[in-house]
């Protein structure tokens, strides 16, 4: 069956700009989390979706991060004025029901580069 | 918080022996740790995980060990194969259930 989806798989823009991420889940899987991960690093968490709402935003690391998800299924994440320490790559992932420790199914991630 | 790091940055196994990454955690109270493996371009994916009242944890090849006493985590793989180059995260779920991940391990097989 279909994995966890993100576009575009590459985004270059420049400092200052405005991009949005975007990430299909898994049909059915009613969680589904944001992570930004940094070259030679691990994932690092931003935020956790049950449904529509956005349970944990903890991780934003300020106020020009922003994620949505609507319908409860596809989620956007919105970047303001990028900065150059916004380059990263961008991972979603999705699970099945209500528990945090429910498998997350990681997407191929979306590599932003800001120039 | 919960702080996660791994001990060594490249691991380099002959194809056929066994592999063993390491992982050490900082907070006493994560009661759940997983271990990821990410290929190239791709995202992390789900090895095996364990819960804090276990101390081992066994998979198709894949063994997981807690040792709680000493805040450490590993990963043995029996009979590594090429298949098994790439990139080995530790994650452990924090008190707010936050997956922390460490910085990786990257597992090279020799032919």
């Known amino acids: 069956g279909a994995g966890v989806s993100q576009t575009p798989s590459n985004k270059v823009t420049e400092k200052g700009k405005y991009v949005e991420l975007r990430c299909d889940p898994i049909?059915?899987?009613?969680?589904l989390y944001w992570y930004r991960q940094s070259l030679g690093q691990g994932p690092e968490f931003l935020i956790y979706?049950?449904?529509?709402?956005?349970?944990?935003d903890s991780g934003l690391p300020n106020d020009r991060f922003f994620a949505v998800r609507p319908e409860g299924s596809v989620s956007t994440l919105k970047i303001q004025r990028t900065e150059r320490g916004d380059s990263a790559v961008y991972l979603c992932?999705?699970?099945?029901?209500?528990?945090?420790?429910?498998?997350?199914?990681f997407g191929p991630g979306t590599r932003l580069t800001v120039l | 918080g919960e702080n996660v790091g791994l001990h060594l940055p490249t691991l380099s196994v002959q194809e056929g022996d066994n592999s063993i990454i390491n992982c050490a955690y900082s907070?006493?109270?994560?009661?759940?740790f997983i271990w990821y493996k990410q290929e190239s371009g791709k995202g992390p994916q789900f090895i095996i995980d364990?819960?804090?009242?276990?101390d081992k944890r066994q998979g198709q090849r894949v063994t997981v060990l807690l040792n709680k006493t000493v805040k450490h985590l590993s990963l043995q793989i029996a009979a590594t194969q090429p298949g098994d180059s790439a990139v080995y995260f530790c994650?452990?779920?924090?008190?707010?259930?936050?997956?922390?991940f460490g910085s990786g391990t990257r597992l090279l097989v020799r032919p």
């Open positions: 992932a999705s699970s099945f029901g209500t528990s945090r420790m429910a498998e997350q199914f």
């Open positions: 049909s059915g899987h009613t969680a």
């Open positions: 979706f049950q449904g529509t709402g956005a349970a944990d």
């Open positions: 907070n006493s109270a994560s009661d759940y």
């Open positions: 364990i819960r804090s009242n276990m």
């Open positions: 994650a452990a779920m924090d008190s707010s259930y936050k997956l922390i």
